[in-house]
């Protein structure tokens, strides 16, 4: 398994699956997520209403992750994930773990090779970059270890696409730094 840090748009990565840092009500925001619904395309929106109308109708929790098709995307799959929003109170560093966790667990149950995240809570939500980068490569190598986890992932590579040069410089400082 490979850990790979890009500077670009996550949306026009030709991954299996692009991780989506939406909000709760999995209708549609700023930042990443509404770079991700352009992209992909009205399909989407209509995907995640369907979500709501059947197995979400209170909407995704924090730290939760659901699968939808990538409709006109590169990527065959998009994970939605909801980070925990610091200007809610919501500074927990397990809430933005779950984020990942779950999403590689998602993308592990569609069969997915590759994977592909933005810096989850990093923009509106308020997070420090440093400590996103830091949460995001402690629960990939907590998702690798953990029997029948990480062990029967086909996961091949791990992507984290950062829409600015400053936040892939802090990526990739927090790489060298890391375990
Ligand atoms: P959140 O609400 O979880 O903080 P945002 O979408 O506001 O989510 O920001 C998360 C990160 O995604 C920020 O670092 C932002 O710059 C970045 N971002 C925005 N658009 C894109 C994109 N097209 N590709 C990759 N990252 C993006």
Redesign the pocket.
Known sequence: MRIDILH????TRPVDVIVN?A?SSLLG????????HRAAGPELLEACRGLRRSELPGGLPVGAAVATAGFRLPARWVVHTV?P?RHAGQTDPALLASCFGKSLKAATGLGARSIAF??????????D?RQVAEVAFDAVRSFWSSPGAGSGSPLELVEF????ED?TAVFRAAFEASP
């Open positions: 670009g748009d996550i949306t840092a909000n925001g700023g930042g990443v997520d509404g770079a991700i980070g929003n933005p810096a989850i809570s990093a923009g509106i939500y308020g997070w970059a696409v950062l829409f600015s936040t």
